[in-house]
């Protein structure tokens, strides 16, 4: 069964610090995605990345960045978290040319 | 920027009736998929109909697609209790990357 993982389905963290979520995928899938999740506003794109150290910025990249070393892990990072990222981050791939995104379950990030 | 606007955002309906959600877009798409997502987990893909197509089925589920009003349908019918969840539409503009949005409804199913 194919499958896109997320290291991190809960975690709490305080203002400041620096926080890692990680996607792996095993599908050899070119095109990763982070997205963040709120109430009322869906799925809103942070950033993309179509190949093994490429990245490009979604809608809402401020206070974030990513990593993408190898091709099954794609990384989102915060250098320094604040409360107003709080919020569910979702992460998904697909192959280069295809439409249909596979999704991880998701982390939920509480900062306090 | 969202691309998809979902209506209602939430509907609440009886097991075995119809569920009808809607979904608006303002640019030109050249798909539109609909997700569903349970409590707290991740999405998972329901559908995919493409802008050159204006209807589809799969199962219980029927899509409707009208590029010139740039509006979609999802419809499930006899809903069931397990049918309770956030249903998204999403769209791939034309020349684009990114697979974008909306707000999504939230469904329940009493039983």
């Known amino acids: 069964d194919v499958k896109v993982t997320q290291s991190s389905r809960y975690l709490v963290k305080r203002t400041g610090e620096k926080v890692f979520l990680e996607c792996v995928q095993d599908m050899d899938h070119e095109n990763m995605f982070w997205y963040r999740q709120d109430p009322g506003l869906g799925l809103r794109l942070i950033y993309f990345?179509?190949?093994?150290?490429?990245?490009e910025k979604g809608d809402i990249p401020e206070g974030y960045s990513v990593s993408r070393e190898k091709k099954e892990r794609f990384s989102l990072i915060l250098e320094s978290a604040s409360t107003n990222q709080t919020s569910m981050y979702l992460c998904a791939s697909v192959s280069a040319g295809a439409n249909v995104l596979t999704f991880g379950a998701g982390s939920r990030l509480t900062v306090l | 920027s969202q691309q998809g606007e979902e209506d209602p955002q939430a509907l609440s309906i009886q097991e075995g009736e119809n569920a009808t959600m809607n979904c608006s877009y303002k640019t030109s798409i050249n798909n539109l998929q609909w997700y569903r997502q349970n409590s707290g987990r991740g999405l998972v893909h329901l559908i995919l109909i493409r802008s050159n197509e204006r209807e589809k089925h799969s199962g219980r589920l029927r899509v409707t697609l009208d590029t010139s009003k740039k509006s979609s349908s999802l419809l499930i019918t006899a809903s069931r209790a397990a049918d309770t969840a956030s249903y998204f539409c999403a769209t791939d503009e034309t020349g684009g990357f990114k697979t974008i949005f909306g707000a999504g409804t939230r469904l329940f199913v009493k039983a």
């Open positions: 990345s179509y190949d093994v150290k490429m990245k």
